[in-house]
């Protein structure tokens, strides 16, 4: 789990065009239902292997905090910021950096 390998299979769910290689956290069908009107923005676009989020600091991230970086990307989408996110990934991963 520190190592984030077990995000491993959800390369099938990307293949499948189901999630992004970078975007939002999956969410959790039963936070849905506690979402303010605001943290609904973040279901507008696929969920992400990696994002802002998990290049951050992860669970160490409050939950409005998480929404407001990925509301973040949301807006400044460019592919320049998803190759960003994906070289930040890589050293985060293997530092394990929030990783529980």
């Keep these: 789990r520190r190592s984030s390998l077990d995000e491993l299979p959800q390369l099938l769910n990307v293949l499948r065009g189901e999630m992004s290689v970078v975007g939002a956290r999956p969410p959790i069908p039963y936070e849905v239902e506690e979402y303010e009107l605001w943290h609904r923005r973040r279901l507008e676009m696929k969920p992400g292997i990696t994002g802002l989020w998990q290049v951050s600091?992860?669970?160490?991230?409050?939950?409005?905090?998480?929404?407001?970086?990925?509301?973040?990307?949301?807006?400044?989408?460019?592919?320049?910021?998803?190759?960003k996110i994906i070289l930040l990934t890589i050293p985060a991963?293997?530092?394990?950096?929030?990783?529980?």
């Design 93 to 100: 991963v293997f530092r394990g950096d929030g990783a529980r």
């Design 57 to 83: 600091g992860r669970n160490t991230i409050p939950f409005a905090e998480m929404v407001k970086l990925d509301l973040f990307y949301i807006e400044n989408w460019s592919l320049w910021l998803d190759l």
